[in-house]
C-alpha cells in the first residue's frame, strides 16, 4: 500500500550520493523501503516525531525502533551532519529535511 512519496525523497533514494553512502555503510544499510517509509512518517509531520509515534507511522517494532534509527543515521548522517537525529530523553526524532536535501544535492 504505497503512500505517495514526498518528490525529495524519491530523488534521494536515487540519487548517487546516496547509493554511495549506501555502499560506504553497506550491510548496515537498512532496505529503500524502510527508509522511504521512515522519511514519509517524518515528513507528514514537520520532521519532528515522538518515538512511539514514530514507531507507529513507520511500521517499526518499538523493540528494533533504537536499532533503526542508529543505521538510518548511519546512511544519513554523512560527515556527521545531524540529519537525522533521536533523543529518548527529549522523547523525540528529528529530520532536518533543508540538512538532507543539502547534504544530499537535492536542492
Known amino acids: 500500500k504505497p503512500v505517495s512519496s514526498a518528490a525529495w525523497i524519491e530523488r534521494l533514494v536515487s540519487s548517487q550520493a546516496y547509493k554511495d553512502q549506501k ?3 553497506r550491510r548496515h544499510a537498512p532496505d529503500d523501503e ?3 517509509r521512515c522519511l514519509e512518517a ?21 523493540g528494533r525502533l533504537d536499532g533503526l534509527i542508529a543505521r538510518i543515521q548511519r546512511l544519513l548522517n554523512v560527515d556527521g551532519y545531524e540529519i537525522l537525529t533521536f533523543s ?7 529530520l532536518n529535511v533543508q540538512k538532507l536535501k543539502r547534504q544530499f544535492d537535492l536542492e
Open 42 to 62: 517524518l515528513d507528514l509531520q514537520g520532521g519532528i516525531m515522538t518515538p512511539a509515534a514514530f514507531s507507529k507511522a513507520a511500521y517499526v517494532p518499538a
Open 23 to 25: 555502499e560506504f555503510v
Open 34 to 36: 524502510i527508509i522511504r
Open 88 to 94: 529518548r530523553n527529549e522523547n523525540r526524532i528529528e
